[in-house]
């Protein structure tokens, strides 16, 4: 692992670090995906603020440390990278608390996979503990017509929505859930696909799904990153 420190915070998964030697990089965090703060479409999103001053709290002007996977740098040029801090002699990894504390989602994007178990279990507790997103979602309880309806005003936000399923459809980059009713649709992307098992033995099935709304091409969606979101099968 790498020794650096971190100069700023941008939001709750991206930093600014000195390397060793001086050379400044943007480093954004392996396996989870925060909420916006200066998104040029989406404007600051729910808990994005929060999230942000979480990872502030936890390493702004700290030495960290550095852990990289298969890819090192996505496609703006950024380093990809898990980040440890310590603490009382143990270190602990930064992208899997702000998981644990319900400000982030997971991000599965292949091949950088090596502590995916870690963030599916740290997200699972968030849920078992109502923390964070899980909390505001748990007030909201919406219709795919109802989201569809209201959309302008729930976007970013954290819901929970019940739908049967009327069919799945398959493209290059992921799997869409489509309703019996509204325009509201589930979307499983392919890398995240192998957690879920075969994706069309949703189709006829009522599910009770927890995720951020998004304006999607024909309507709301909701992109489900891991089976723990899926409260309900029936």
């Known amino acids: 692992m790498l020794r650096v420190q971190v100069l700023e915070v941008f939001d709750g998964d991206t930093i600014r670090v000195s390397m060793p030697g001086g050379k400044q990089e943007t480093v954004r965090y392996i396996g989870i995906d925060t909420p916006e703060t200066h998104h040029p479409d989406r404007g600051v999103e729910e808990l994005g603020k929060e999230a942000s001053k979480a990872n502030n709290e ?15 740098r996505d496609r ?39 502590h995916t178990d870690i963030f599916r279990e740290a997200f699972a507790r968030a849920r078992r503990e109502n923390r964070g997103l899980w909390a505001r979602a748990s007030e909201r309880r919406f219709s795919p017509y109802q989201l569809w309806t209201f959309l302008p005003s729930l976007s970013g936000l954290f819901v929970t929505v019940e739908m049967v399923v009327k ?30 098992g075969p994706i069309g033995n949703y189709s006829g099935k009522r599910l009770t799904v927890v995720g951020k709304i ?21």
């Open 58 to 72: 936890l390493v702004f002007g700290r030495h960290v440390f550095l852990e990289t996977d298969v890819e090192k």
């Open 76 to 114: 703006y040029g950024r380093m990809l990278a898990y980040v440890w801090i310590e603490k009382e002699g143990k270190i602990y990894m930064v992208n899997e608390i702000l998981l644990r504390m319900g400000y982030a989602m997971p991000f599965t994007f292949p091949p950088n996979l090596k």
């Open 167 to 196: 069919r799945v459809e398959e493209s290059e980059r992921r799997f869409t859930l489509l309703p019996s009713g509204g325009k509201t649709t589930l979307v499983i992307y392919k890398s995240d696909s192998p957690l879920f």
């Open 214 to 234: 998004v304006p999607g091409y024909a309507g709301p969606e909701i992109v489900i990153a891991d089976p723990v979101q899926i409260l309900d099968v029936k």
